[in-house]
């Protein structure tokens, strides 16, 4: 007999159920998260020790980066417990706890991933729209200072999903219980916007600036090399596609669903939604993969390179200045 998943949705005046076939998320999810545990593990950990073994200054690019490959791997830790879970057709063996652990480390990867692409695509804007300013503006220091805000926001933005998720008949909830959910939506709703389509704006803007740039004839200070453009556009093409492919789907098809249970559409928009958005949220991990990726083809001799040639241009300007007759 197929295995069901029941939603219950309950109003003044009436109560129905909507049961939903979910057999393919049985298959879907294991294999996905297999995947992702086993490539993405390979490549955060090769990025780590690249990171901590190889480079000796780490420039701020360089701490954006390693704090996105230990939020990626803090949370491909957790995957050979859903492929479990999910192998075993929700059958959670673990505790309570442990499922709000699960649920919390997912988002935190999530949002976290998403704020610090955002910190690397401003950093890069920065560079390349404004080299000479960025200069006094960015450096390892504020790079710091701005890597613990961004885990404090995150961390404490995420920090009501440990209330939230909960555990019932051996299910592990990815949302929460029936009876708080029109609450979680909220929560959800607002998470979406501050942590997600906010920083989704202004990644577009940075990188349609810097594209703006790239495309123009004179180079930046004069003095860009052909190699750090191309490491720019690979950089911008790789943000672009995690947001694009990653990010954009889980978080429509989400919101989709989430609204369609709140506002207790007909059972079949509801199951075409809740299949939207199973099948998009492996997508949502697979960031993880992509993630190092940055690392391996931009690296951090992208702002060594600009500042040299910077230097470069700037002595060649005073030599001039120097030898021409007054």
């Known amino acids: 007999m197929a295995a069901q998943n029941v939603t219950r949705f309950t109003n003044n005046t009436s109560q129905y159920d909507c049961k939903f076939n979910e057999d393919f998320k049985y298959i879907l999810l294991p294999v996905s998260y297999g995947l992702v545990f086993l490539v993405g593990l390979i490549l955060n950990i090769t990025a780590l020790y690249s990171i901590l073994f190889r480079i000796k200054h780490w420039s701020p690019n360089t701490?954006?980066?390693?704090?996105?490959?230990?939020?990626?791997?803090?949370?491909?830790?957790?995957?050979?417990?859903?492929?479990?879970?999910?192998?075993?057709?929700?059958?959670?063996?673990?505790?309570?706890?442990?499922?709000?652990?699960?649920?919390?480390?997912?988002?935190?990867?999530?949002?976290?991933?998403?704020?610090?692409?955002?910190?690397?695509?401003?950093?890069?804007?920065?560079?390349?729209?404004?080299?000479?300013?960025?200069?006094?503006?960015?450096?390892?220091?504020?790079?710091?200072?701005?890597?613990?805000?961004?885990?404090?926001?995150?961390?404490?933005?995420?920090?009501?999903?440990?209330?939230?998720?909960?555990?019932?008949?051996?299910?592990?909830?990815?949302?929460?219980?029936?009876?708080?959910?029109?609450?979680?939506?909220?929560?959800?709703?607002?998470?979406?916007?501050?942590?997600?389509?906010?920083?989704?704006?202004?990644?577009?803007?940075?990188?349609?600036?810097?594209?703006?740039?790239?495309?123009?004839?004179?180079?930046?200070?004069?003095?860009?090399?052909?190699?750090?453009?191309?490491k720019s556009v690979k950089m911008i093409v790789i943000v672009l596609l995690v947001f694009i492919l990653c990010f954009l789907p889980f978080h429509l098809t989400r919101s989709l669903y989430y609204s369609f249970r709140y506002f207790k559409v007909n059972c079949t928009l509801l199951e075409g939604s809740n299949v939207a958005y199973k099948v998009m949220r492996p997508l949502a991990s697979v960031n993880s993969c992509f993630d190092p990726i940055l690392y391996f083809m931009a690296g951090q001799g992208f702002r060594q390179s600009v500042s040299k040639k910077l230097k470069q241009s700037q002595r060649k300007e005073e030599s001039k200045s120097l030898s021409t007759p007054l």
């Open 63 to 230: 701490i954006y980066m390693i704090n996105l490959t230990v939020c990626d791997t803090l949370y491909i830790l957790t995957l050979p417990f859903l492929i479990y879970y999910y192998a075993d057709k929700n059958d959670w063996p673990f505790t309570e706890v442990f499922c709000k652990m699960i649920r919390f480390l997912f988002y935190t990867n999530l949002y976290g991933s998403i704020l610090f692409l955002s910190c690397i695509s401003i950093h890069r804007f920065l560079g390349i729209c404004h080299p000479v300013r960025s200069m006094q503006w960015v450096n390892a220091r504020r790079a710091r200072y701005v890597s613990v805000l961004v885990w404090v926001i995150v961390l404490t933005f995420q920090a009501p999903v440990l209330y939230f998720s909960r555990t019932t008949h051996q299910v592990c909830h990815d949302t929460t219980s029936q009876a708080l959910f029109n609450y979680f939506m909220v929560y959800s709703s607002v998470i979406s916007v501050i942590l997600f389509v906010i920083p989704f704006v202004l990644v577009l803007v940075c990188n349609g600036l810097m594209v703006r740039k790239l495309l123009e004839t004179t180079t930046i200070g004069g003095a860009t090399s052909q190699r750090s453009k191309q």
